[in-house]
């Protein structure tokens, strides 16, 4: 198995999560991996993009400096771009629309996730807390909880685990999870390989998952470069 450099996972997971995003949906891209999904979408997918800092119609990043707007910044503060109708609007009501249910799904990032769906994104022990921001929000008013993460953590440390060890940001919510090596779904509390990548067997993504988990029937190989 080739070790991958960070841009490689990050450009991987995004890629495969701008696929899963269902066509014509309402979808929150959250800080971090999450909201470099845009820049793959299909064009033949018409998806809404809403950012929490206020703005419903994100377009891709920039394709050159020159197209760089200042004030127009995504959650993780990245230029981005506007498309044809787009709008803004104040926090209020941009928590308003995930709080709703009126979202139709979220992507967001993981330090931990478990086995039956929990979901642990917001600390670390001895680092600084900020608090849980717009995550918990998002876990419990959106639609579809799409989770985005490396498989493992740089310090080698497995983060698809039995139980989450730092503080949760909500107990079974995750519905999908998607790693650079492997595609989970979490239905009725169980976690279920449904694809991995081309350049990882089943044993290796067992070697480095803690979680208990099983294999679909039909599981599926994509192809990586």
């Known amino acids: 198995m080739r070790q991958l450099t960070d841009t490689e996972i990050r450009t991987r997971i995004a890629k495969k999560v701008a ?23 299909s064009p033949a997918k018409k998806l809404y993009i809403q950012t929490e800092n206020g703005m419903l119609g994100v377009g891709p990043a920039p394709k050159t400096e020159t197209d760089i707007v200042p004030n127009l910044i995504n959650a993780s503060r990245q230029p981005i771009t506007e498309t ?5 609007f104040d926090s209020a ?20 996730v478990s086995e039956r769906g929990d979901l642990a994104n917001w600390a670390l022990p001895g680092k600084g807390v900020l608090g849980p921001g717009g995550a ?9 909880v799409i989770v985005a993460t490396q498989h493992v953590a740089n310090n080698g440390k497995h983060k698809l685990v039995e139980n989450c060890t730092v503080p ?8 999908t999870l998607v790693t650079e090596f492997a595609v989970f779904k979490f239905i009725n509390k169980e976690m ?24 679909a029937n039909d599981v599926k190989a994509w192809e990586v470069d």
Do not use: W
Request: proline fraction near 3%; include cysteine.
């Open 19 to 41: 696929e899963l995003l269902p066509d014509g949906g309402f979808v929150n891209l959250g800080v971090g991996i999450p909201t470099q999904a845009v820049n793959y979408l």
């Open 84 to 88: 044809p109708g787009c709008c803004y």
């Open 93 to 112: 009501t941009s928590f308003a629309m995930i709080r709703s249910g009126r979202m139709d799904a979220t992507v967001i990032g993981a330090i931990q």
């Open 136 to 144: 918990m929000d998002l876990v419990v008013g959106v639609k579809d």
């Open 168 to 175: 949760i940001t909500g107990l079974e919510v995750v519905n």
């Open 192 to 215: 279920i390989l449904v694809e991995h990548s081309s350049d990882v067997t089943l044993d290796d993504i067992k070697a480095m998952t803690s979680a208990k988990y099983t294999v």
